[in-house]
């Protein structure tokens, strides 16, 4: 049996719901946690308080995947290939500075490969990628309602317009890498 080579990333796509549904069909993923990171404001911030768009903080989410299984690399390539990343501050209807396309890394290794992806696929876009590459900073976990917020409301109006087809796109690009 070969060991776990547990690696963590952190990406924000607008809202958390939507990526972390993405996420949890991957394989290779141990554990997808929804929460804030990126900002400045004292303290754990609320759902509310993110919702403002004064906290600085961006909807991201950590993924805790299995290198041996998955890849760095394919984990950006399906973050990219899975929301807009052209929109500044924004992903469909949900707009603001907390809805930004973000990639945080957590060492020079991380920051090189979301570099070279963001460079690699800039090309397949009509317009300029947008998202930002930043160092991780304090992440804070989201409200328990947010968490499996897609396994716990499949029918809710917002999963079945918004999150679907997303989840359509995942099963259209990256067949190969769903459980």
């Given at each position: 049996m070969t060991t776990k080579k547990l690696e963590v990333a952190t990406v924000g796509g607008g809202c958390f719901w939507c990526t972390e549904a993405v996420f949890n069909h991957v394989k290779g993923v141990e554990e997808v946690i929804s929460g804030y990171t990126g900002g400045n404001a004292p303290g754990k911030p609320t759902y509310r308080e993110i919702c403002s768009g004064l906290t600085g903080h961006a909807e991201v989410v950590k993924v805790t995947f299995d290198a041996n299984i998955i890849s760095y690399k394919d984990i950006l390539e399906i973050f990219m290939t899975t929301h807009d990343p052209t929109t500044l501050n924004r992903q469909g209807?949900?707009?603001?500075?907390?809805?930004?396309?973000?990639?945080?890394?957590?060492?020079?290794?991380?920051?090189?490969?979301?570099?070279?992806?963001?460079?690699?696929?800039?090309?397949?876009?009509?317009?300029?990628?947008?998202?930002?590459?930043?160092?991780?900073?304090?992440?804070?976990?989201?409200?328990?309602?947010?968490?499996?917020?897609?396994?716990?409301?499949?029918?809710?109006?917002?999963?079945?317009?918004?999150?679907?087809?997303?989840?359509?796109?995942?099963?259209?690009?990256h067949t190969d890498k769903l459980r």
């Open positions: 209807a949900d707009v603001g500075t907390q809805y930004r396309s973000v990639i945080y890394y957590y060492n020079d290794k991380q920051k090189e490969i979301a570099n070279r992806v963001l460079e690699e696929l800039n090309p397949l876009y009509s317009n300029q990628i947008v998202t930002e590459v930043s160092p991780m900073g304090i992440f804070y976990e989201a409200e328990k309602e947010h968490q499996e917020f897609y396994q716990n409301n499949p029918d809710y109006g917002y999963c079945t317009y918004v999150i679907d087809p997303k989840l359509n796109k995942l099963r259209q690009l």
